[in-house]
């Protein structure tokens, strides 16, 4: 008998947080947010990356705009993009 099929039980987790198995709804890397990731912040740390390195922050919309500052302080900024746009142009392949 699957620990999933007795009462009361929750199911394994996975490295990530979510159950073993299933698919997990990117979050927002907000401090404690667990909100759906709406929008990509797309950065770059010239003093550790290379020019055509690429980092990912998540956000939703509360915090969209808290990090992109953050990042934008910092002059790491380099775009912000829907996370649907940007999971399209991952699926198609194409460069960001």
Do not use: Y
Request: glycine fraction near 6%; charged fraction near 20%; hydrophobic fraction near 35%.
């Amino acid at each position: 008998m699957n620990p999933q099929d007795q009462p009361g039980q929750q199911p394994p987790l996975s490295l990530f947080g979510g159950a073993a198995g299933q698919p997990q709804s990117p979050v927002c890397s907000a401090k404690a947010c667990r909100a759906d990731a709406r929008w990509v912040l797309v950065w770059n740390n010239p003093k550790l990356h290379t020019p055509d390195r690429r980092k990912t922050w998540l956000a939703c919309d509360e915090h969209r705009e808290h990090l992109s500052q953050f990042l934008s302080v910092r002059s790491f900024l380099k775009e912000v993009l829907p996370f649907a746009e940007w999971t399209a142009a991952e699926e198609a392949g194409s460069p960001n």
